[in-house]
T-cell receptor, first 114, second 114 residues
């Protein structure tokens, strides 16, 4: 079984550009989570989605960041007008049926903003 | 807001030494607890988890952890480490009944010297 897939693995953007990060959950998983890891920090929760619904986005910056998990296709984390402080590793995780279950993580996308 | 503390950010041990990594969390309600490991160049993998029942849980590769509710702790142990255990270890908590994701500690970078 394929695990959580994320692409691209590495993304370089200049300040002001947009970054789109994609996540395909484990087949059959309907819950997706996004986390951000800054240098020397643990992972920080950003957003929790189910198909076509945002369940909790309490960890997401209020501006420039958005996430979706459409009925078909991968989950997308979108960062508009990137700034240097957005440089980080972004991890996606999925779980089968409910939030408290084990989350399975993807390899992450390393975003570098020049 | 809940938080997770990992006491040691860097640990260096010799092969065959015993390991204990500390983890404390701040939330007073029902929690599920996890230890994840990230080997060099790889993504986060689940080592072990506690949901309920026996507070001593066993995971992969000879690791175990003990949940002590009165101390809000979930320390990770291994009686005899190997060089291949060199990795970053993360403790994580998810609170029951909430809507957000995992709360992670900052991680412990473990180096095993041959």
């Amino acid at each position: 079984n394929a695990g959580v897939m994320q692409n691209p693995r590495h993304l370089v953007r200049r300040r002001g550009q947009e970054a789109r990060l994609r996540c395909s959950p484990v087949k059959g998983h309907s819950h997706v989570y996004w986390y951000r890891q800054l240098p020397e920090e643990g992972l920080k929760f950003m957003v929790y989605l189910q198909k076509e619904n945002i369940i909790d986005e309490s960890g997401m910056p209020k501006e420039r960041f958005s996430a979706e998990f459409p009925k078909e296709g991968p989950s997308i984390l979108r960062i508009q007008q990137v700034v240097r402080g957005d440089s980080a590793a972004y991890f996606c995780a999925s779980s089968p049926a409910y939030r408290e279950e084990t989350q399975y993580f993807g390899p992450g996308t390393r975003l570098l903003v020049l | 807001a809940q938080s997770v503390s990992q006491h040691n950010h860097h640990v260096i041990l010799s092969e065959a030494a015993s390991l204990e990594l500390g983890c404390n969390y701040s939330y007073g309600g029902t929690v599920n607890l996890f230890w994840y490991v990230q080997y060099p160049g790889q993504h986060l993998q689940l080592l072990l988890k506690y949901f309920s029942g026996d507070p001593l849980v066993k995971g992969i590769k000879g690791f175990e952890a003990e949940f002590i509710k009165s101390k809000f702790s979930f320390n990770l142990r291994k009686p005899s480490v190997q060089w291949s255990d060199t990795a970053e270890y993360f403790c994580a908590v998810i609170r029951g009944g909430g809507a957000d994701g995992l709360t992670f500690g900052k991680g412990t970078h473990l180096i095993i010297q041959p």
